[in-house]
């Protein structure tokens, strides 16, 4: 049983540079979320999604771009990455509404933007 | 949006102490979850507690949501306790959680 796996774990970027990340889950899960960690800052939510090819935005989306076109992936876009952009990215799944359920956790992606 | 209050922020232990964990939150919610994050980064979900008292092993928690706040106890600390603990709240859409900013808690030998 997988769970929530991420894709890749670690990754460097020169400033400028487009990459996607992506987030399975095989829990069969409606909702799937994105989050970045920085130090000091806890787990800001950046997208999530309440279903197959529906997105929302978070408390940070500016730079980033999210599809769900499947159920089971959620991906995370970066256009043009910035140093900014440097964290640590967790992805997440729920069944139902965060009111009545456990949301379940990938390993995270070290992201590094030079 | 709601505000999710943590402390402290830093906790140093022994091992074998105890130690109570608190989480304030700035409005009424349906959901409140606390999780560990490993010193490898893993995020683990310890306990769904949107009222009343859980139990699992060493640890428990209290969420009173009628005061806004909830509450993790660890006793009889492990090295293996180290970590971040974070507390996690429904967003007012109910659609999303909303981290606090964690309690960084050390526990020695």
């Known amino acids: 049983n997988a769970g929530v796996t991420q894709t890749p774990k670690f990754r460097v970027l020169k400033t400028g540079q487009s990459m996607t990340l992506l987030c399975a889950q095989d829990m069969n899960h409606e909702y799937m979320y994105w989050y970045r960690q920085d130090p000091g800052m806890g787990l800001r939510l950046i997208h999530y999604s309440v279903g197959e090819g529906t997105t929302a935005k978070g408390e940070v989306p500016d730079g980033y771009n999210v599809s769900r076109l499947k159920k089971q992936n959620f991906l995370l876009g970066l256009e043009s990455a910035a140093p900014s952009q440097t964290s640590v990215y967790f992805c997440?799944?729920?069944?139902?509404?965060?009111?009545?359920?456990?949301?379940?956790f990938g390993q995270g992606t070290r992201l590094t933007v030079v | 949006g709601i505000q999710v209050e943590q402390s402290p922020p830093d906790l140093i232990l022994q091992e074998g102490a105890n130690s109570t964990l608190r989480c304030n939150f700035s409005d009424s919610v349906n959901n409140l979850q606390w999780f560990h994050q490993n010193p490898w980064g893993q995020l683990i979900n310890l306990f769904y507690i949107p009222s009343g008292t859980k139990q699992n092993g060493r640890l428990s928690a209290t969420t009173v949501a009628t005061e806004r706040y909830s509450l993790l106890y660890i006793s009889s600390s492990q090295t293996t306790d180290s970590g971040v603990y974070f507390c996690?709240?429904?967003?007012?859409?109910?659609?999303?959680?909303?981290f606090g900013k964690g309690t960084t808690l050390s526990v020695s030998s």
């Open positions: 997440a799944s729920s069944y139902s509404v965060p009111t009545n359920t456990e949301a379940f």
């Open positions: 996690a709240v429904e967003n007012q859409a109910g659609t999303a959680l909303i």
